[in-house]
């Protein structure tokens, strides 16, 4: 039997607290708002009971941000698309913010089975002044589990509406890819961490982020598969090939915490889940 679920997250900027409302249709759903920065960033964590995806599942996403808002999203553990025999699983993410609006968009991997076949798409609208701090983590196989990644595809869509686009389909037995030098060179880890607006910035901001970037990356495990770069004047993208999750997503996080003082003047927490 095949799940369609569904959740609509709305933050607003009520008496100086950013707060969240939010209606599901099926298992998936937001666990309560907190605070733990103050009042100005709600924290949310979306949880998916059935703890992943076969064939035919949809998950459909949709989260707006008004004028002053800020929120951040998380999930406890990692989505999971399990194998198929037909059917292809979805994940489709929709964010829209408004001026001024803030999002931090920080879910924990996503777990790709051996004969999976999955599409996870997120595209964001931002309006001008708005801002969208993310990432996309994607771990292929269970290679520490012997269980590799050797069938099956994913297709991953990431948009910034209008202004930039990646877009690409991995293939399993696509040998070239999957270990060529060109390709994914062996690792089963790709993630990215992205900065996007909605108006372009000054030259000297987009510098800023790249700059703090390069930095942790240079004296980090993975500096060899690790880089950093600007593909339009209203994105910074960090992109990242590991063995495993655990190295890329610790990359990640320290980026974001070298990041968030730079852009927002805010220190780079973490949010509680992730100590756990």
Known sequence: ?????????????????????????GPLRILQSLWPEGDAICHNVLVHPPGGLVGGDTLEVRVTGAEGSH???????????????????????????????????????????SGCKAHNRMVMDLAPGAELLGWDVAALGLPQAAQPFVRGNVLQHIELSGHWLERGRIAAEDAR???????????????????????????????????????????????????????CAQV?????????VEPAMGLL????????PLVWSTEGADPRGWAI
Do not use: N
């Not at 039997?1 to 249709?25: N, P, Q, T």
């Not at 880890?189 to 996007?196: D, E, G, N, W």
């Open 253 to 260: 996080q320290a980026i974001r915490r070298a990041w968030r």
């Open 1 to 25: 039997m095949s799940w369609h679920a569904s959740l609509k997250l709305d933050y607003s900027r009520e008496d100086g607290r950013s707060v969240a409302r939010f209606a599901h249709d």
């Open 236 to 244: 910074v993208v960090v992109r990242v090939l590991a063995p495993l």
């Open 177 to 231: 890819l999957m270990d060529g030098p060109l390709g994914l060179a062996g690792h089963r880890c790709l993630a990215s961490l992205f900065f996007a607006a909605g108006s372009e910035w000054p030259r000297a901001r987009r510098d800023a982020l790249l700059d703090a970037a390069r930095e942790v990356i240079a004296s980090h495990s993975l500096a060899a598969s690790a880089g950093a770069t600007s593909p």
């Open 71 to 113: 929120g951040l999203v998380t999930t406890p553990g990692a989505s999971r698309f399990y194998r198929s025999d037909g059917d292809i699983a979805l994940q489709d993410v929709r964010i829209r913010l408004e001026a001024g609006a803030r999002l931090e968009w920080l879910p924990l991997e996503a777990l790709y089975y």
